[in-house]
T-cell receptor
Framework: GNSVTQMEGPVTLSEEAFLTINCTYT??????LFWYVQYPGEGLQLLLKATKADDKGSNKGFEATYRKETTSFHLEKGSVQVSDSAVYFC???????????????FGKGTHLIIQP | ETGVTQTPRHLVMGMTNKKSLKCEQHLGHNAMYWYKQSAKKPLELMFVYSLEERVENNSVPSRFSPECPNSSHLFLHLHTLQPEDSALYLCASSQEGSGADTQYFGPGTRLTVL
C-alpha cells in the first residue's frame, strides 16, 4: 500500500534560518506529491505540488523536488519567517491505486515553530 | 462564499445525540471527501464521493453516515458516537478527471464527544 513518512516535530528554528522538512514515500503506481500547510484553527491549504519525477513545486519561497530515485519530496525554504509557523503535511495521490477520485495519503505532519 | 465551507466549526455532543456536519464547495468540483484528523495520527480518509456516488468507504463504523445530495454538498450524519470519535473532521473537494489531483480543504469541524 501507499505510505508517507515525514520527520516529526516540533521543529524549532530562528527567523531567517534555512528550513528542510524531509518526506519519503512508498507508492504502488505513479503518484503526485503535495505539501499542505495547516495554520492554527484552520483547515489544510495546498502549498505546492509536483506531478512527475524531477518536477519542482514552488510557492511563497518554499520548494520541493520530486525525486523518484530516492522516493523523496523534501520541503525547503531559504529564509523562514515567524508567519511560517504551522503544521506541514506531505501527501501523495496515486492515480492507479483506486481508480478515479481517490483520497490522499498523508504523513503525520511536522509542527514548525519559528522564533523571532 | 468561495472555496470549501464547513458548518458548524465546533460541536459538542453526548454519546446519545444525533447531529450532522455540513460541507459545501463553491469550486464547481465533482468529487468530495471526508477526512478525520486526530491528534498524533495522520489524516484518515473516511469517505469519497465522485459524481455524487460513494466510491470509497474506508471501514468506517456505521455510526458515521455520509450523504451527498448533489455535487456541491456533503453531509456527515453522526449518531451514538464514542469519546474516541472526538477529532477535527475535514471536508475536501477536487475535480476528477482534470489530472491535477489537487484537493481543496475546508476549515474543519472540531467535534467533542462527551
Amino acid at each position: 500500500g501507499n505510505s508517507v513518512t515525514q520527520m516529526e516535530g516540533p521543529v524549532t528554528l530562528s527567523e531567517e534560518a534555512f528550513l528542510t522538512i524531509n518526506c519519503t514515500y512508498t507508492a504502488t503506481g505513479y503518484p503526485s506529491l503535495f505539501w499542505y500547510v495547516q495554520y492554527p484553527g484552520e483547515g489544510l491549504q495546498l502549498l505546492l505540488k509536483a506531478t512527475k519525477a524531477d518536477d519542482k513545486g514552488s510557492n511563497k519561497g518554499f520548494e520541493a523536488t520530486y525525486r523518484k530515485e530516492t522516493t523523496s519530496f523534501h520541503l525547503e525554504k531559504g529564509s523562514v519567517q515567524v508567519s511560517d509557523s504551522a503544521v506541514y503535511f506531505c501527501a501523495l495521490s496515486d492515480m492507479y491505486s483506486g481508480g478515479g477520485a481517490d483520497g490522499l495519503t498523508f504523513g503525520k505532519g511536522t509542527h514548525l515553530i519559528i522564533q523571532p | 462564499e468561495t472555496g470549501v465551507t464547513q458548518t458548524p466549526r465546533h460541536l459538542v455532543m453526548g454519546m446519545t445525540n444525533k447531529k450532522s456536519l455540513k460541507c459545501e464547495q463553491h469550486l464547481g468540483h465533482n468529487a468530495m471527501y471526508w477526512y478525520k484528523q486526530s491528534a498524533k495520527k495522520p489524516l484518515e480518509l473516511m469517505f469519497v464521493y465522485s459524481l455524487e456516488e460513494r466510491v470509497e468507504n474506508n471501514s468506517v463504523p456505521s455510526r458515521f453516515s455520509p450523504e451527498c445530495p448533489n455535487s456541491s454538498h456533503l453531509f456527515l450524519h453522526l449518531h451514538t458516537l464514542q469519546p474516541e470519535d472526538s477529532a477535527l473532521y475535514l471536508c475536501a473537494s477536487s475535480q476528477e478527471g482534470s489530472g491535477a489531483d489537487t484537493q481543496y480543504f475546508g476549515p474543519g469541524t472540531r467535534l467533542t464527544v462527551l
